[in-house]
């Protein structure tokens, strides 16, 4: 479930007919200008203006080291729906140029190896094709012409293949089954993993294809007539494919199992595929759990990825693995280094290897010296840095905090001084107070220092009472970091006169190992402990109405808010839960990916025992709910089906709680439509404070 709560930046992207570039905005076109401007005279953050920001993706540097290709994204919520164009800028910074102007999408830029041109995803007649252009934006034109859509590419090295996504149908539609009953709409299913995430089966696999530059004749699929998945579903992209630097062969990630033993097993590879021989080798067989995102060494010598050692287990920590080429053998070099390690990137003389690592609730880059094995930290503050790049003597970077969304960075690694560089937001951020993120050490009921995040309102007065909410994170193993979150955001709870509790309670990362798993098997244990020492401790402070308190959470916070419902002890007022599992015998019956339930509780519920995690199941516990309770769910949301919702609502209604149940049937674990996201931001707030303000 982590996976699912720490993509913190979906973009939505509509998807329909991408025209030759244009130099002439349109009327459809979304950008900045077009749009409606908010109302900044509270000097706050509210929807309208969280809507308006726009969100920085795709951040890529030149061959050459001289210019820097982005996505931005802007939104109308008028309109229901954002637009991405291309930007560049000099690597120095400065005045971005934007490169594109089109009322469609330009998806994942990237830069051609030689330089000499940017290529991007946009959607044509035939779906979404691979489009070239000058790095001016000029001149753009479609380079493929396949079936269906694209849904990510690289080239080679050399420049003499490209490889892409596609889906393939490898089981027959109902249609093509009963050609007779064109009306029937129906789905049939043999095996598990009938649905995920959002989407339900349909029979087609997502494959990694490879085929000739520029023609892009001679495809090959590297997983012909097999019913697996590249990348990983379902939010794998490109950087599960790596090309060696000889052009001559690539590697790719792929859980190579089917139905009941894809849901229950977490067991993904790194293979090798040889363009010349057309053979496949699995580099990492000998672990049984994940095995991603491999990048390859600018000398094609070595290759650096993260592994997880226990299969089933989506949590573990997330090892530094490199493989050498030349012995054929693989090694853990993070065995001393109690933290994560994702988000790889090479140095030019393949030496160093840099990367992002979670510590104490912030994000920063580090380096290992691949000989020595010594791991530095670059970064410091109480930033979240999200990816990194090497340009020569220094790294560019992406960087957020709760007050700020993504932006831009440059690091030099002589001194580690940090510059930015864009400042896609600058102008509307200046029209705002921002609240103030304070860290707090509280002491937990076993003795152990807890960091805990204290959001104050913008102008806060110390002089002033102020009712608190006490945020439960989702995940259940996702930090709660310096994130700019465009639903759960701190700047809006915050700019509606509301502190915010934001814990780092057991089972989240940043803080070693043995506290990221203490959560397994125990959700009704310390952590619970760990959230209520978080909230009574700040209740203490002279600027908090200990009697105006709140909880709110989603997914497994939304868990977590079922749970405190039934052992508050009276401490809060309200809740609100969005997309929460209430009834876990039931949860586990429905939801998709089996190898979480199966290690996070432990298992089935006819196991003989009975798992212990099913003794901390909400329901059993609503008996003791006397707190108005605010219920949020998605229709197509798959990983906690809405039912779970409906069980809380009703309960709560037939004992006469005062509750409300807000329900989306087109979103999924997320809202992410422009106007279901503002609605959800009103009522939140509108439930908040009915009970914690005006009651």
């Not at 709140?550 to 419902?565: D, N, P, Q, R």
Request: charged share 25%; net charge negative.
């Amino acid at each position: 479930m982590k996976r699912t709560l720490f993509c913190l930046t979906l973009v939505m992207i509509m998807v329909s007919g991408c025209k030759q570039a244009k130099n002439e905005k349109t009327a459809a076109v979304i950008d900045k200008e077009n749009r409606e401007t908010p109302d900044f005279s509270k000097g706050v953050m509210d929807e309208k203006i969280l809507w308006y920001l726009g969100r920085l993706g795709d951040v890529q540097v030149s061959p050459d080291g001289k210019t820097l290709l982005y996505a931005v994204t802007y939104y109308d919520y008028r309109v229901n729906k954002g637009n991405t164009e291309l930007y560049t800028m000099p690597m120095t910074g400065g005045e971005p140029t934007r490169i594109t102007v089109s009322e469609e999408n330009e998806m994942q830029p990237i830069w051609r190896p030689d330089g000499k041109k940017i290529a991007y995803l946009c959607a044509n007649d035939r779906g979404m094709q691979i489009w070239e252009a000058d790095p001016d934006g000029k001149n753009a034109k479609a380079i493929s012409n396949v079936d269906g859509d694209i849904n990510g590419f690289g080239y080679s090295p050399d420049l003499k293949h490209i490889c892409y996504f596609k889906n393939v149908q490898l089981e027959p539609t109902i249609e093509e089954r009963y050609p007779d009953l064109p009306d029937a709409d129906a789905m049939i299913y043999d095996d598990l993993m009938y649905r995920h995430w959002n989407y339900w089966a349909d029979g087609s696999y997502s494959h990694l294809f490879v085929a000739d530059y520029p023609s892009l004749d001679n495809e090959v699929d590297l997983l012909e007539g097999r019913k697996f998945h590249c990348p990983n579903p379902p939010f794998g992209g490109m950087e599960e494919v790596s090309w060696h630097p000889d052009g001559n062969k690539l590697v790719y990630c792929c859980k190579k199992l089917t139905g009941k033993a894809f849901a229950e097993s977490t067991n993904t590879d790194i293979y090798l595929y040889d363009l010349n021989t057309k053979a496949t080798v699995n580099l990492t067989e000998t672990n049984k759990g994940y095995d991603m995102d491999p990048v390859i060494s600018p000398d094609g010598k070595k290759m650096v990825w993260w592994n997880m050692k226990t299969d089933g287990f989506e949590s573990e920590k997330h090892s530094l693995m490199l493989f050498d080429f030349q012995s054929g053998t693989a090694e853990d070099y993070s065995l001393d280094f109690d933290q994560d390690a994702t988000g790889f990137a090479w140095s030019e003389d393949s030496k160093t290897v840099y990367f992002i690592s979670c510590i104490e609730a912030t994000h920063h880059v580090y380096k290992m010296d691949v000989e020595t094995r010594i791991i530095e930290q670059i970064t410091e503050g109480d930033y979240d840095y999200n990816t990194v790049q090497v340009d020569g003597n220094q790294l560019i970077v992406t960087r957020t905090t709760h007050a700020e969304p993504s932006e831009i960075y440059a690091v030099q690694l002589k001194d580690k001084s940090v510059k930015q560089l864009s400042f896609i937001n600058k102008d509307i951020l200046d029209k705002i107070t921002p609240a103030k993120s304070v860290k707090r050490w509280v002491k937990t009921t076993d003795g152990k220092q807890m960091l805990v995040w204290v959001i104050l309102p913008p102008n806060f007065d110390s002089t002033k009472k102020y009712p608190a909410l006490l945020y439960c994170q989702g995940g259940p193993q996702s930090s709660v970091s310096q994130f700019f979150s465009y639903r759960w955001n701190f700047q809006m709870m915050a700019a509606h006169d509301y502190i915010i509790v934001a814990p780092n309670r057991r089972g989240l990362p940043g803080f070693g190992h043995e506290w990221n798993d203490e959560i397994s098997g125990d959700y009704g244990g310390q952590n619970m402990k760990d959230y209520l020492a978080a909230i009574d401790d700040v209740a203490k402070e002279p600027y908090v109405d200990e009697n105006r308190l709140g909880c709110v959470g989603a997914s497994y916070g939304g868990f977590s808010v079922y749970w405190l419902a039934g052992h508050h002890q009276k401490r809060f007022k309200a809740f609100i839960a969005h997309c929460g599992m209430f009834n876990l015998e039931s949860w586990y019956g429905t939801t998709e990916e089996l190898f979480f339930a199966n290690h996070d509780i432990e298992g089935p519920y006819w196991k003989t025992p009975v798992p212990k995690s099913y003794s901390f199941s909400p329901h059993k516990f609503v008996g003791n709910w006397d707190t108005p309770i605010l219920v949020i769910h998605g229709g197509k949301d798959f990983r906690i089906p809405y039912t779970e919702g409906m069980q809380a609502f009703d309960a709560a209604q037939m004992q006469g709680i005062p509750s409300r149940f807000l329900y989306f049937p087109e979103e999924c674990h997320f809202v992410s439509k422009p106007q279901n996201s503002m609605l959800w931001q009103r009522e939140f707030f509108r439930w908040l404070d009915q009970w914690l303000k005006n009651s």
